[in-house]
């Protein structure tokens, strides 16, 4: 079987304040670099000191970053 690459990457940053989601796929002229192709942010009100407090806000933040 071939080895392929995967076509987008995706990223999650799940902060104390803020959630940030990035989204890349290979570029079809240079395959050693991504193109960023969508990003997303939202503010996160579950997480205290680094710690998930209030699971159902973490979610929503991640719902509404994606």
Do not use: W
Request: glycine share 12%; proline share 3%; aromatic share 4%.
């Amino acid at each position: 079987m071939r080895e392929q690459s995967p076509d987008h990457y995706f990223g999650l940053d799940i902060g104390t304040s803020t959630v940030r989601c990035i989204v890349g796929m290979a570029d079809s002229h240079d395959s050693g670099q991504l193109s960023i192709i969508g990003h997303g942010t939202a503010p996160n009100r579950g997480m205290r000191k680094g710690s998930i407090a209030h699971v159902d806000d973490v979610v929503e933040a991640v719902v509404q970053a994606i």
